[in-house]
Nanobody
Framework: QVQLVESGGGSVQAGGSLRLSCAASGRTFISYTIGWFRQVPGKEREFVAAISWGGSSTYYADSVKGRFTISRDNAKNTAYLQIRGLTAEDTAVYYC?????????????????WGQGTQVTVSS
C-alpha cells in the first residue's frame, strides 16, 4: 500500500509555470506506475500524464504535450509534474495516483491509490 500527498498547486497568471509534487510513503514506490489526473467540477477526471516504474517511459494527454513534463525520483519517493504555459483551461484539481501494474494506463479507474489533490487556478 502507498499513501500519496500532492503539493505545489496555487494561483498563477496565464503563461506561468508550476511544479506539482507527489510524495509517497512506503519503500516500494519504484514498483508503482504514477499518473497525474485533473478534474473540474461537473466533469470526469481527466488523464494528464503517466510515468513507468523506472521512469523510462512517459505518456501525455494530447492537450498537454509539449507543456507538461512528468518525472520521478525514486530515491526520494516523489513524482513531479512540471507545468509550463498555463492557460485558463488548465484550472482544475490535480491528483496523483499510483498503480501496481507495470502497464501504464491512462484511465483513472485503473489506479488503486490516490492523493487528496492540489488546486491549480490560472487567471487570464
Amino acid at each position: 500500500q502507498v499513501q500519496l500527498v500532492e503539493s505545489g498547486g496555487g494561483s498563477v497568471q496565464a503563461g506561468g509555470s508550476l511544479r506539482l509534487s507527489c510524495a509517497a510513503s512506503g519503500r516500494t514506490f519504484i514498483s508503482y506506475t504514477i499518473g497525474w489526473f485533473r478534474q473540474v467540477p461537473g466533469k470526469e477526471r481527466e488523464f494528464v500524464a503517466a510515468i513507468s516504474w523506472g521512469g523510462s517511459s512517459t505518456y501525455y494527454a494530447d492537450s498537454v504535450k509539449g507543456r507538461f513534463t512528468i518525472s520521478r525520483d525514486n530515491a526520494k519517493n516523489t513524482a513531479y509534474l512540471q507545468i509550463r504555459g498555463l492557460t485558463a483551461e488548465d484550472t482544475a484539481v490535480y491528483y496523483c495516483a499510483a498503480d501496481r501494474s507495470i502497464v501504464v494506463y491512462n484511465t483513472w479507474s485503473e489506479y488503486d491509490y490516490w492523493g487528496q489533490g492540489t488546486q491549480v487556478t490560472v487567471s487570464s
